[in-house]
């Protein structure tokens, strides 16, 4: 049995002493996969493998289809993950995936997804922790968040989220949706991203 900890449960503290290792230490993991693998369900993924491979130069691992050609299942790598995708059945709602990629040059690979047929949301732009982030839209209506982190271009923030012990902690507040907290812990801080 665990000792309770003396004060409020943190979030950050229990990822960083129990679920983190956890999950390095699972023997489980299919080689080549990671704990967390990105699903996306969509209409059309076949256009979406073809659009994965030129905006980001995915790889195509596999697809298994049925007898009408839809996609029961298939499985792309970007970068070092794998993305799992499938066809949706004809009468089920959209249902657009939020992808977080960390490329070495965001400007790059946000300039390619846009020349791919994909719709810049945000133009690539430093913020307040050190990552440089641009958004683009798919054409099948999912969003990607290419990031390249790069703490020094921005020294306020970047310092902050660096610097030895510092934990970005986001809260939800009711007029504003997310905001985020400052806490130190004495520990070095995981890199992470939403």
Known sequence: MHAQPAGPLVL?????????????ERPDDPEGYTSVTPWMIGHDTAGLIDWLKAAFDAVELGRV????????HAEVRIGDAVVMMFDARPDWPDTPAF????????????????????????????????????????????????????P?????????MVTRGTVLIPQMTP?????????RTGREPRRSCP
């Open 175 to 183: 007029s504003r949706g997310f905001a985020f907290t400052f806490r």
């Open 12 to 24: 950050a503290d229990v990822l960083a002493d129990d679920l983190a290792d956890d999950l390095a």
């Open 99 to 150: 992808l977080r990629l960390y490329v070495p040059d965001a400007d790059a690979v946000h300039r390619r997804a846009v020349e791919a047929g994909g719709t810049s949301v945000t133009e690539v732009t430093h913020l307040f922790f050190g990552d440089r982030v641009g958004r683009v839209r798919d054409p099948f209506g999912n969003l990607y968040a290419g990031g390249a982190y790069e």
């Open 152 to 160: 020094a271009a921005h020294p306020t923030g970047g310092e902050a």
């Open 65 to 72: 289809t049925d007898a009408e050609g839809r996609i029961g």
